[in-house]
């Protein structure tokens, strides 16, 4: 039996209202990020999973997706960081605490957290690809005893760029994170490594079949060496989680701006296993391993890595 038109209009309204959440705290992180804290006014939770994303409004300019950066267990409030790109962005950035936005949301797949129990998690993040991937950190640094090694490459563009300083030096100096942090454009004070992640990631020995990786480094092309590097550790594809994005709109599988192929990446996204990945035309065009290093053929659409 079809459903009732009312109950399906209903339903529609809802996946599309935004609901009323206020700034209880808006904290400047560099030039170009700034981090907001949350609360809806309805006095629910978010409810979000890792690695989910939310549509934030900005009454009068327009709608823009980021991903929900604090942890799933922390559930009063939700984060969000924003890098000042556009319209929608910058706006936001001119938000104090005690402002009014809409929230539509949590949206989309995450990271799969119960498959990662008992493994080894290696995070790979670039620049503002570690928000999506904070909420991961947290959950296995919460819940230490469940996880086997827990590895943090983190690179940025320059030390000003760095993202969420104070938990940076935590991971540091905690014995059971292994972090690895590069920057591509050292300052004089600058003592680390330089480059772009790939570097620490070449370096580390991994064992293939119990390590699971939850990466989102930027730029296609940063994702196409990082997919090189982990293939040639012997990862397989499966254990291989990518956070992507896609220019969106509805944010929720309607209207066709987010999609690769058959794909949604608001849907069936933002984070995909690398295998599922394999035969989409425009993502093989990003994703391929590069072929000069590979020193072989490029790979076909469709016929995975061999
Ligand atoms: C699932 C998802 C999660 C995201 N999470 C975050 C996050 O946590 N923090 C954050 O700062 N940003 C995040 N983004 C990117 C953010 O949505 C865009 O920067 C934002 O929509 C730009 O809107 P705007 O109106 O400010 O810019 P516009 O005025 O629309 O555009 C400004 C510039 O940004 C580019 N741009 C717009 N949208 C995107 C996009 N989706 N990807 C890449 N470039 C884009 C445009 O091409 C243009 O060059 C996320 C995007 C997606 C799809
Ligand atoms: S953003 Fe509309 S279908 Fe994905």
Redesign the pocket.
Known sequence: MSEDPQIRASKIVETYQPVAAHIVQATKLTDTEILLELRLGNGQSLGHGAGQ?VQISMFGV?E????V?SSPTQTETFE????A??????ALHRLEAGDWVGIRGPY?HGFPVEEMVGKDILIIAGG?GL??LRPLINLVLENREQYGRLIIVYGARSPQDLLFTDELNLWATCDDVEFHLIVEEPDDKWQGPVGVVTVPLRKIDIEPAKTLVAAAVGPPVMYRFVAFELLQKGLPEDNIYFSL????KCGVGKCGHCQLNNLY?CVDG?IFCYSDLQGLEEAVEAWAPPTAEAGGKRREPGKGHG
């Not at 790109?85 to 910058?90: H, L, M, P, Q, W």
């Open positions: 994303f327009g823009a997706p980021i991903s950066c969000l960081c924003v890098r790109a556009g319209n929608v962005t910058k989309g503002i928000p999506p994005e896609r220019r969106m990446v933002p």
